[in-house]
């Protein structure tokens, strides 16, 4: 497809893409600056990432690029910014949207129209462009969601709906396009996949690309320049292997590197500035180090689950589950399932989108009843005990926790249940959650105005508070920065005092391979392994077939040949610098659950 | 684009409010529709409607918009989505809902005041029922020569209308309205705001169009129930001209949507009117301006 | 009180929004729904209007009959059907009893008869328009005959955030019922269970309010950087939305038919009386 997208600007020829020239932006209602003296250029036709720690300005900067601020939100603005070589306080935001696409972090919301083609063509409408219907066909086709046209957005997955925000923006075909953390409301592999249409974009039309990013991996993978933000100040601007190699700067605003990087930084004797920052770049500079002896693990036993364990806690007995859809149909999402969960188990359930691992979930908490065969929990048999009665003994802590956010303050929050239920020593109970989840200093607060990581924790301590038998979580590490999620892993083991088994629904190898015991694949609504981790990451042919996305350091480590994969880079640095120094010469060594 | 006067809404803020308001009783509309009601006998005990969530609103925010977009709401999500449109008949519950939130909201001064809460959302409801109730047997009142043609039947109307009116302000008026929305504006207050970049509203808040608006209303609404009314008498002598002999006093019997068709038609056409009139004066972005008072 | 047992025990709410779903959005294929909403407004105003002041039962029988075919034309969603076919039979039924009670004998039954007749035709009307027609068409047609795009704009989004509103919903209320206490007796005729439901009900709109505000801040602002309000002060905007309706062949057709039709019916009218 030919390029359409310059023709405008090149007779003009500005000489960048957006310049920010020392801009002051203070909200109405607020005394502190979000952005202080920001200066920054970006150049046409470059792939640039912005990052920075929580509040550090990085959406308000992306805001002035479209002329949000200063036109919409109205602030106390100095300084002056220009799009294309147009001042944006001259332009309305109208005019500059033409220039500048946006996909906002909440993607879904900024979705208007009832169906795809209609939600394409919504833009250029508004402008009153004649060709409305060609520019939005060929933005669904750059997204490749040209087969899904007179869908309803409804039907769409999160990556399909993501993709078709950026449609909606692509179809002004602006020259710059902005996307505010593609990754963080999206599981890994349809996030990659946003990234390859970005990549794409960039490559064979031109764009200018702008994300805002906390992911490093990503960065390193597709992105060229990093542009990073402290306190509403433009710290520096670099290319990519140089940005992510500035540890320090990273560190200190907690965001962390690839783990590569940081593998490669725990092992080099001294500092230097040209670690890798990509699984191929490690690839290489590890075997540049270290010529590993191919050692071939042997293939560890399936170890079956203990059919005769006295404890179990649940039981799944040809349990299938049916949904009806808007079509009539029946759509299976469980297929004959027959599983046993014991008592203490720690259990990760994997699988990419729609393997079935919610829907697991809810047949175990009751929210839905099996179409066929039986699920027992607690020798209580779902389909004939309320979710009330059920809910005693299986708490369910949901994906978002603000869905699980019906009170105003954290402390009525936890307490809600057991003052409802009439549980003894309520009060007690309250405070020893708050102390364990390091929530007192939170207590009084709302829980929807808390950071994402702080509402995780009360989403547990409200799960946690009954003192359930069972707990499931539904990806309790989605959309957390790297700083919380490990938190969040503390929390996890905080979490095992206070209940019996756990079951965690994740996409988030790195937690499945600290925490735990037990990993059960789906896929297509059928349970394809069942195992300990080492066992499921050993098997490539499984992982890529249950579309598994691996960390960093579990690619390194088998590539590498080290088995079994290493969860963390400290880790993988350590059996690393223990295999040079020639302690651990065998690749079947044993791999400690936390680090 | 920007204003600096400290309590003018942007159009963007009027037009979050709006939005909000309409979804969330427009969904709420969707429950009471499908709720059963409990007959016993000929009283009916229904939720006739959740007007908690548009006294909220219409108290917390603007009232204007709030008003309208709630209004909005229940015809797209518990009209049109549900296919019970009952067309024109719809407007003049569009109407009377919208005037009665707004002045609900428009009572309160300061909302942490539980005894203004209150009497707001009381007003409010009584407010909507009577002006319905009103219209219906004043119809009937206008109708009855023929209409004593169906012996009992007028009773019937009053008792009806009676009831439902009773039922509707005791019931769904204490229930569904005066409790939520004071368990519901006290809590909200402050918190609600600042996720819509408004700041709370205070004893001394003043809406933009205070001045304008209030007298506009009341003018605007009897205007309109004038015209509906004299409609409606011309219609008893003109109109029966061979096959269009106004078949008024059988349809005068039943509850209040059926029965203002004729009416609704009127004022169907005296607001399209208007809103052209007002599209071509300003064709304004941004806040939903489709209510022939503002 | 079957119908309050039946509330509780069949019908969920993922049961409630898949109807719902299915009435907002499953009509694409109804062979009606291809008609220029124009039209079908225009039709639909006509129907809406007119019975009120017909008084011949064969008028109205006819009318009658004839909506019940472009109601089943329009593939309706029996869930529909049914709510309208109870709210009829109660409003109508009760009016009869009552005014028996002040003197009326079976006599009111008859005109009480014509009543219910012009209620279907009009609620059949109404039917067939607004749910056999997609949401889209619908606001394109009203859009054309002059009302306010925020309408036309509230409509579609209307369509569009249902879902989604649902899905909040039923999280909200899980939420609750998974921390909460339902009635251990369910009451005579279940009311205790009806009201814990009811207060649910209620009570999960303080949340629903608060994540609501939210998520209309984004959309809203979502909206300016797509042009929306640019595009409601422009004329051409508004133009290039309509200039995909054409009166067609079958428009013509279908309204001339409905015309003929009931030119029909008043003749015959007025040969037999």
Same mark, same amino acid.
């Given at each position: 497809m030919p390029d359409t997208n310059r023709k405008a600007t090149q007779s003009e020829a500005p000489l960048y893409a957006i310049e920010v020239a020392d801009v002051t932006f203070t909200y109405p209602g607020s005394d502190q600056p979000v952005l202080n003296h920001a200066s920054l250029t970006i150049e046409h036709g470059t792939f640039t990432a912005i990052i920075g720690g929580n509040g550090s300005g990085k959406s308000t900067l992306c805001k002035l690029f479209n002329g949000l601020i200063p036109h919409y939100y109205s602030g106390d603005f100095e300084g002056e910014v220009r799009v294309q070589g147009m001042s944006t306080l001259q332009k309305n935001v109208a005019v500059l949207s033409k220039h500048v696409g946006y996909v906002y972090q909440d993607f879904d919301n900024q979705l208007v129209r009832p169906t795809v083609l209609d939600e394409a063509c919504f833009a250029p409408l508004n402008y009153g462009l004649g060709d409305y219907r060609q520019r939005a066909l060929r933005a669904l086709e750059l997204c490749g969601l040209s087969h899904l046209q007179?869908? @309803?957005?409804?039907?769409?997955s999160g990556g399909q709906k993501h993709l078709l925000a950026l449609a909606g923006a692509l179809s002004l075909e602006p020259e710059i396009l902005i996307v505010d953390e593609p990754v963080s409301q999206l599981d890994p592999s349809h996030a990659r996949q946003v990234y390859e249409v970005l990549r794409q974009l960039h490559q064979a039309h031109g764009k200018t690309i702008i994300v805002i990013e906390h992911h490093t991996e990503f960065i390193a993978d597709y992105c060229q320049e990093v542009c990073l933000l402290e306190q509403g100040r433009v710290l520096w601007k670099r290319p990519v292997a140089a940005a992510l190699n500035s540890l320090e700067d990273l560190e200190r605003l907690g965001i962390q590197p690839p783990e590569v990087t940081q593998a490669a930084a725990l092992l080099a004797t001294q500092p230097q500035?040209? @670690?890798?920052?990509t699984t191929e770049e490690g690839i290489r500079y590890f075997t540049e180090l270290w010529q590993p002896s191919q050692g071939h693990s042997e293939d560890s036993q399936q170890v079956q689950a203990d059919d005769n364990n006295p404890n179990t806690f649940i039981h799944f007995n040809g349990a299938s589950l049916n949904y009806r859809t808007i079509r009539k149909a029946e759509q299976t999402v469980l297929h004959d399932i027959h599983l046993r969960i014991h008592e203490g188990e720690r259990i990760a359930l994997v699988g990419n989108n729609g393997a079935g691992k919610s829907s697991l979930m809810k047949l175990i908490a009751g929210i839905a009843k099996p179409s066929k065969g039986t699920v027992t929990v607690l020798e209580q048999e779902t389909s004939k005990v309320s979710i009330e009665q059920l809910s005693r003994d299986v708490a369910f802590v949901f994906q978002n926790p603000e869905d699980m956010f019906i009170e105003d303050s954290v402390q009525k929050e936890i307490s809600y249940c057991l003052k409802r239920r009439g549980y003894p020593e309520a009060d007690a109970t309250l405070q020893r959650m708050l102390q364990s989840f390091r929530l007192e200093a939170l207590q009084e607060r709302d829980a929807r105005l808390l950071s994402g990581g702080q509402q995780r924790r009360v989403s547990l301590a409200i799960g946690a508070a009954i003192r359930p038998a069972i707990m499931l979580l539904d990806e309790p590490t989605a959309n957390l920065d790297l700083a919380t999620r490990e938190e969040l892993l503390s929390t996890l083991e905080e979490l095992g005092h206070h209940v019996r088994t756990v079951m965690i629904a994740t996409h988030d190898m790195q937690l499945v391979h600290r925490w735990a015991t037990r990993v059960i694949v789906m896929h297509q609504g059928r349970i394809l392994a069942d195992g300990t981790a080492e066992e499921v990451f050993a098997s490539a042919e499984l992982v890529y077939h249950a579309g598994l996305a691996l960390t960093q350091s579990m690619q390194l480590s088998l590539a590498l040949g080290l088995h079994p994969a290493c969860g963390s880079p400290a880790e993988l640095a350590r059996r690393l610098g223990h295999t040079f120094t020639g302690k651990e010469p065998l690749s079947h060594g044993a791999c400690p659950q936390l680090v | 684009m920007s204003s600096k006067t400290l309590y003018t809404l942007t159009s963007s803020q009027k037009m979050m409010i709006f939005v909000l308001s309409m979804s969330l009783y427009g969904l709420s509309n969707m429950f009471t529709e499908l709720i059963p009601s409990f007959q016993l006998g000929p009283i009916e005990l229904s939720v006739e409607y959740f007007a908690f969530i548009p006294l909220t609103l219409c108290i917390l925010f603007h009232p204007l918009y709030a008003a309208v977009g709630a209004a909005l709401g229940e015809v797209i999500f518990g009209e049109l989505m549900l296919g019970q449109f009952g067309g024109l008949g719809e407007l003049e519950k569009f109407l009377t809902f919208s005037f009665a939130m707004y002045v609900a909201g428009r009572l309160?001064?300061?909302?942490?005041?539980r005894m203004q809460v209150g009497i707001a959302a009381m007003t409010g409801v009584i407010i909507h029922q009577l002006c319905s109730t009103l219209v219906d047997i004043g119809k009937v009142w206008i109708g009855v020569e023929e209409f004593e043609a169906v012996p009992g039947l007028a009773e019937s109307v009053v008792l009806v209308e009676g009831v439902s009116f009773l039922n509707d302000v005791l019931f769904s008026g204490i229930l569904f309205a005066l409790l939520p929305t004071l368990y519901l504006v006290p809590r909200l207050y402050g918190k609600i705001e600042p996720l819509l970049g408004i700041k709370p509203r205070v004893s001394t808040t003043r809406y933009e169009a205070a001045g304008i608006i209030s007298p506009k209303l009341v003018i605007t609404g009897i205007v309109l129930a004038l015209v509906a009314f004299g409609a409606e008498s011309l219609s008893e002598t003109d109109w029966n001209i061979g096959e269009w002999d106004s078949g008024f006093a059988d349809r005068f019997g039943i509850g209040a949507i059926w029965l203002s068709l004729g009416i609704a038609a009127v004022i169907a056409v005296v607001t399209l009117l208007v809103l052209r009139a007002r599209k071509n004066r300003n064709a304004q972005s941004g806040n939903v301006e489709n209510s022939p008072y503002a | 009180m079957e119908l309050v047992r039946n509330w509780f025990n069949k019908i969920s709410l993922d049961r409630i929004q898949l109807e719902l779903m299915n009435t907002a959005? +499953? #009509? +694409?294929?109804? #062979?009606? #729904?291809?008609?220029d909403p124009r039209g079908m407004l225009i039709w639909y105003l006509f129907f809406a209007v007119v019975p009120w002041f017909i008084n011949s039962y064969l008028v109205l029988a006819g009318m009658c009959l004839f909506m019940i075919a472009t109601t089943w034309l329009s593939r309706v969603s029996p869930f529909i059907i049914l709510v309208l076919c109870l709210g009829l039979i109660g409003q109508v039924g009760w009016l009869f009893i009552i005014s028996l009670f002040f003197g009326g004998d079976i006599s009111s039954a008859l005109p009480l008869l014509k009543l219910t007749m012009k209620l279907s035709v009009v609620s059949l009307a109404s039917i067939t328009v607004f749910s056999g027609m997609d949401p889209e068409k619908i606001s394109d047609g009203l859009l054309a005959l002059g009302v306010p795009a925020a309408f036309s704009f509230s409509l579609s989004y209307g369509y569009r955030i249902l879902p989604v509103l649902f899905e909040e919903f039923r999280n909200v209320l899980l939420s609750y019922r998974l921390r909460g206490k339902a009635p251990e007796h369910h009451g005579v005729l279940y009311w205790r269970l009806g009201v814990y439901y009811l207060k649910l009900l209620v009570y999960a709109f303080f949340p629903l309010m608060l994540a609501t505000a939210k998520r209309s801040r984004t959309t809203v602002e979502a909206l300016e950087t797509r042009g929306f309000s640019y595009g409601m002060r422009n004329p051409a905007a508004k133009k290039l939305k309509l200039a995909h309706l054409k009166l067609q062949r079958h428009d013509f057709l279908f309204l001339g038919g409905s015309a003929l039709y009931v030119a029909l019916l008043f003749w015959l009218n007025q040969g037999v009386f």
């Open positions: 007179h869908r @309803y957005i409804w039907e769409l500035n040209g @670690y890798p920052i | 309160v001064r300061n909302p942490q005041n | 959005y +499953g #009509s +694409g294929h109804a #062979s009606l #729904s291809r008609l």
